[in-house]
């Protein structure tokens, strides 16, 4: 690459191009391992997302209610207490019912990957005078076809698309984060 590409880096970003580069390469390969591994076992990712969604929100539920504890004389306990049963009643029902929350996260996930190929279409856009910037975009567009991909399969796909849809979405994050990092290797 040319040391005009090196000028679109801010000063600190160039001192750590090789660290950069590592660090993308690095992740993006955790991520496609995790992609392929969600993929290939749709079914157990999905009960393990699930599994792990209400552990998440049993621990919330008890922080919760220890901040109620510590607030017990404010007029806004009561919520508090409220919205820490809501959490551990919700992280009980996830933990002991995942196929049934699995109906329930997937339509949320859609949503969710929808949302986050926006984001990733933003910073592809932000990161547009950057060599790689287009697979980032890519990224960006594939989230957003499997989160109307998994709105639309609803309910049927319930039980394996959470994983199945995760897993290939790691899996092109990976490849971008990969892609990236490939060129700023080619910066050094």
Known sequence: MSSETLVRF?????SNIGAMAKWFKTIGVVMVIIGLLAVILPHIATITVQILIGMVLLIAGVLNLTHANTIRKWRSVTWEILLSVLFLISGFAFIAYPIRGAFALTGILGIIFIF?????????????DRPGWGWILFSGLMSILLGVIILIGLPGTALWAIGLILGIDLIFSGVALLAVGSRLTSLI
């Not at 801010?10 to 160039?14: A, G, N, S």
């Not at 986050?116 to 547009?128: E, V, Y």
């Open 10 to 14: 801010t000063e600190i970003e160039r």
């Open 116 to 128: 986050l190929g926006i984001l990733k279409i933003q910073s592809a856009l932000a990161w547009r």
